[in-house]
């Protein structure tokens, strides 16, 4: 029994898009969910041809969901902080490391597939790294032209060793026994920063 103009349509929807495919990856990525490309693709009625077509590749389009989910992460960090210059930055930094540090879904993400994710979060040739270490640099330039901040080194280069560093921190670097030190990272990050 159907009531008039309530008419469900099948087959795919009208207006399906790359953004669509993202938010159900992300909507996975978000619950610890494993990013399943057939499966999204089944979701939202389109070929996984077309998910491939519009991202290259399943590491493209879990790069695209670890960038969504972490820049609102670093804007919160961010968000309501009173210092400036080094400190503000420091803060931010260390705000943002904590809070990567305790996202389950990252956490999920990385020991679930501990090569794919070390291979997207911590490779320049991927989409995620060069991304973080845009807005890192970002958070030092508006310091800089703010006229709060002299960093001892040129931005982009003090904003690619923070991401870096905190990526052997946070992530990869069990040899040391660092991994996990968000205390220990800050007090690295201070140094680099130039803040007492």
Do not use: C, H
């Not at 003090?158 to 990869?172: M, R, T």
């Amino acid at each position: 029994m159907s009531r008039k103009g309530a008419t469900r349509q099948r087959g795919r929807p009208a207006a399906a898009s790359r953004d669509d495919v993202v938010d159900a990856a992300l909507y996975r990525y978000l619950r610890g969910q494993r990013i399943d490309v057939q499966a999204i693709a089944g979701e939202i009625g389109v070929g996984r041809a077309t998910v491939y077509r519009w991202f290259g590749s399943r590491d493209n389009l879990i790069g695209e969901v670890v960038i969504r989910a972490t820049e609102p992460v670093l804007a919160k960090a961010r968000a309501g902080l009173e210092g400036k210059g080094g400190p503000g930055l420091l803060d931010t930094f260390d705000r943002f490391n904590r809070a990567l540090a305790d996202a389950p879904a990252l956490r999920a993400f990385v020991e679930q597939e501990r090569d794919a994710a070390l291979r997207l979060i911590a490779s320049g040739a991927g989409i995620v790294q060069p991304r973080i270490v845009e807005l890192i640099t970002a958070q030092i330039t508006e310091e800089v032209e703010a006229g709060t901040y002299d960093p001892p080194v040129e931005p982009a280069i003090l904003g690619y060793a923070i991401v870096k560093l905190a990526q052997a921190f946070l992530f990869n670097d069990t040899v040391a026994g660092i991994r996990g030190d968000v205390d220990r990272l800050r007090e690295v990050e201070a140094a680099l920063l130039g803040v007492n």
